[in-house]
């Protein structure tokens, strides 16, 4: 199993990044999918999560009109689309996969958002 992000960078306060989730070893199609982020010394944060139908998306309070999670099964890839971006957003991003079963984690892409 390997979850391998990608995408992250160093952007200027407003503007926009797209992360990608490269999902191997699974059936990627019955897994929910979810971003957190962590940043040094904070808590590992739940930024969104897609159903594994691609249908629904649910999204924390601070990146909702900012941020959007999707999914294409067919490449069995993630993705997270990051407008508007806050120097509050610095974070290494990591991408889980989840069921009623299992739980798989990606190792992380590193987003710095600075001036």
């Known amino acids: 199993v390997q979850l391998v992000e990608s995408g992250g960078d160093l952007v200027q306060p407003g503007g926009s990044l797209r992360l990608s989730c490269d999902c191997r070893?699974?059936?990627?199609?019955?897994?929910?999918v979810s971003w957190y982020r962590q940043a040094p010394g904070k808590e590992r944060e739940l930024v969104a999560t897609?159903?594994?139908?691609?249908?629904?998306?649910t999204y924390a309070d601070s990146v909702k009109g900012r941020f959007t999670i999707s999914r294409d099964n067919a490449k069995n890839m993630a993705y997270l689309q990051m407008n508007s971006l806050k120097p509050e957003d610095t974070a290494v991003y990591l991408c889980n996969a989840r069921n009623s079963l299992y739980d798989y984690w990606g190792r992380g892409t590193q987003v710095t958002v600075s001036s």
């Open positions: 070893g699974f059936t990627f199609s019955r897994f929910g």
């Open positions: 897609i159903i594994s139908s691609g249908s629904r998306s």
